[in-house]
């Protein structure tokens, strides 16, 4: 019994490093061994890779264990939107109301290095969790009908602390492992191979760094969008390739103003002082879709405190995951409403608009038992 269980261990192994990020073709599995084919067949074999190929789905109530993890498997793989032209009508039930509804809708994310198939950094939102409406105080100016951007954080139900704060992300972005300072030259550095830090114009060496980063990050990061409203999941990726323009506005308002203040003697130290106010760099990636801009936090450098910033002159590379979404899934910002249900239907019903824009995979989910 011993051997035939690890002889079935192989060839499950062996069927997931045929399949990393792809289907296993069954004529090439019959080819190579008659049990692998066998095992290809089987929910058994498929529902622990749809586990590991998609966790942000895989940790939703129900979804953990689907009734054909193969056929969802395959769906999921080909679930490439068409080309994407013009809005089609918003998609309506028998009462006129847009579809799908937002109390039933769930983004998940996730993070993975493209050709690994594992991902690691995950979350899931449920999209009736958040409040659209900005709340009226002395200070806002604006209509009480008005609607907030849909900017919330996304909860990581799951970060690879190993991966994200060992070499591997750093790695794979190409990340230097700490940005040398220079106040009273108003110089950064990065280390060469002898570690000797390379000076240089901070406007000229960091706008390098960015591009290096989203061109990096691009290659080699597979970021997936996917929502889900009852047995569909649509993904998001009609995305556009990511430029160091939004980063470098953040370069600019964490690093280069605080270390312009700490050169010209404008900054004096406390232990009150705001940790933000020292120099600290951001690199954040930000891919757009239609209506939407997912924005990832994927690695920042800062230093422990002004102290060991003074004696160090480093600000050392410090690798976290974090994910926030700026989602404009309308124009509203553009209309007036007599309403706040107004505002929130004219939400609701751009976001059914660009979901009726991609092809939803469907599937059974297993029943949770009584």
């Known amino acids: 019994m011993a051997s035939a269980s690890a002889k079935t261990n192989a060839n ?3 069927l997931e490093l045929a399949a990393p990020f792809v289907c296993p073709r069954i004529g090439a599995l019959a080819a190579t061994c008659k049990e692998l084919r ?16 998609w966790p942000c789905l895989a940790t939703l109530e129900h979804f953990a264990a689907p009734t054909d993890a193969r056929a969802l498997v395959k769906g999921l793989l080909r679930a490439v939107p068409p080309p994407y032209f013009a809005s089609p009508p918003c998609p309506r039930d028998s009462s006129g109301r847009a579809l799908p509804l937002r109390g039933e809708v ?14 690691f950094a995950h979350g899931t939102r449920r999209l009736s969790e958040l409040d659209l409406h900005r709340p009226r105080t002395q200070f806002d100016i604006r209509d009480e009908n008005d ?22 992300l750093a790695a794979a972005l190409s ?11 108003f110089l950064v550095g990065t280390p060469s191979a002898d570690n000797v830090p390379v000076w240089g114009e901070p406007d000229e060496v960091i706008p390098n760094l960015l591009e290096t980063f989203c061109r990096q990050a691009d290659a080699n990061l597979l970021p997936e969008i996917y929502v889900v409203a009852g047995d569909n999941i649509w993904l998001l990726n009609r995305e556009d390739k990511s430029d160091a323009s939004d980063s470098f506005e953040y370069y600019h308002d964490h690093f280069q103003g605080p270390l312009h203040a700490w050169h010209t003697g404008h900054y004096t130290p406390s232990s009150d002082d705001d940790p933000f106010a020292l120099p600290w760099f951001p690199l954040v990636w930000h891919k757009h879709f239609p209506w939407m801009t997912a924005r990832w936090t994927l690695g920042s450098y800062g230093g422990d405190g002004f102290a060991d910033m003074m004696e160090s002159m480093s600000v050392k590379y410090d690798g976290y995951v974090c994910l926030e979404f700026c989602a404009w899934w309308s124009n509203s910002y553009q209309r007036d409403f007599d ?7 004219a939400e609701h019903e751009c976001l059914c608009q660009l979901l009726a824009t991609t092809r939803p995979v469907r599937f059974p989910r297993r029943q949770q038992a009584a």
């Open 339 to 345: 309403d706040a249900a107004a505002a929130d239907a």
């Open 106 to 119: 769930i983004l998940a994310v996730q993070l993975s290095i493209r050709g690994s198939g594992c991902a």
């Open 12 to 14: 499950y192994i062996a």
């Open 147 to 168: 609607v907030k951007d849909w900017m919330f954080d996304m909860p990581m139900d799951h970060i690879d602390e190993d991966f994200v704060n060992g070499p591997g």
């Open 38 to 53: 066998t095992a290809s067949l089987s929910t058994i074999t498929w529902t622990p890779f749809f586990r590991r190929r």
């Open 175 to 185: 990340l230097p492992e700490k940005i040398a300072v220079s106040p009273e030259r």
